[in-house]
């Protein structure tokens, strides 16, 4: 159990529905980091949040938003969606720090599957 | 440009003995991090061994250790003494550690173990 959790486990919706993913890092982490793993893309970096700010953006979508709460846990809420955009959905966190080295922590993700 | 590159799509080994899984990377940031993460079928990611561009000696954890050759951009994972439950899909990823590369890691398109017995 890497500390991160995510929920909800699996997510089942229909084409042009919107959804809401949450993440809770673990305790005493600034830094989440959203990743999107699909079958064609394979594992991409979609966004980081450090403290509340936005850091980096990746592959992100605009139809993709994502936020982090003042108590570090993070939404990733996917709009209008396609087929394509079934995918398992991870969350990651890591602990403060500067440019040094610093593993990232999985969550168990998010699968969601768009009919 | 495809920054982490994993040649080999699926392996076999035999139980028991040792393997090595290829990565080769592209970067020009001269600081930067090099992951392995072994994804099982239950599909969660689990962290396996880290090396720093500017470490002297090649990292080890227990039955994991990397093959890190830094003139040819490679990160080879090697696992000695192969067992069932490293059957798995293995992810090399890379973070590049200047102050505004960001701290994501960027992933390769993973290699399917499977251990025979």
């Known amino acids: 159990d890497s500390g991160v959790t995510q929920t909800p486990k699996h997510l089942i919706t229909a084409t042009g529905q919107r959804v809401t993913l949450r993440c809770s890092p673990r305790s005493g982490d600034l830094s989440v980091y959203w990743y999107q793993q699909s079958l064609d893309q394979g594992l991409q970096f979609l966004i980081q949040y450090y403290n509340g700010e936005e850091r980096a953006k990746g592959n992100i979508l605009e139809r993709f938003s994502a936020q982090q709460f003042p108590d570090l846990h993070s939404e990733l809420n996917l709009s209008s969606l396609e087929l394509g955009d079934s995918a398992l959905y991870f969350c990651a966190s890591s602990p403060p720090g500067g440019m040094s080295y610093n593993e990232q922590f999985f969550g168990p993700g998010t699968r969601l599957t768009v009919l | 440009a495809q920054k982490i590159t994993q040649t080999q799509p699926g392996m076999f080994v035999q139980e028991k003995e040792a393997v090595t899984l290829d990565c080769t990377y592209d970067?020009?940031?001269?600081?930067?991090?090099l992951f392995w993460y072994k994804q099982p079928s239950s599909g969660e990611m689990i962290f396996l061994i880290y090396?720093?561009?500017?470490?002297?000696q090649n990292a080890t954890e227990g039955r994991y250790s990397l093959n890190f050759q830094k003139a040819r951009k490679s990160a080879n994972l090697v696992i000695s003494a192969s067992q069932l439950g490293d059957s798995a899909m293995y992810f090399c990823?890379?973070?590049?550690?200047?102050?505004?590369?960001?701290?994501?890691?960027?992933f390769g398109g993973g290699t399917r173990l499977m251990v025979k017995p």
């Open positions: 970067t020009s940031d001269p600081s930067y991090g």
């Open positions: 090396q720093g561009s500017y470490d002297q």
């Open positions: 990823a890379m973070r590049e550690l200047s102050r505004d590369a960001g701290n994501m890691l960027t």
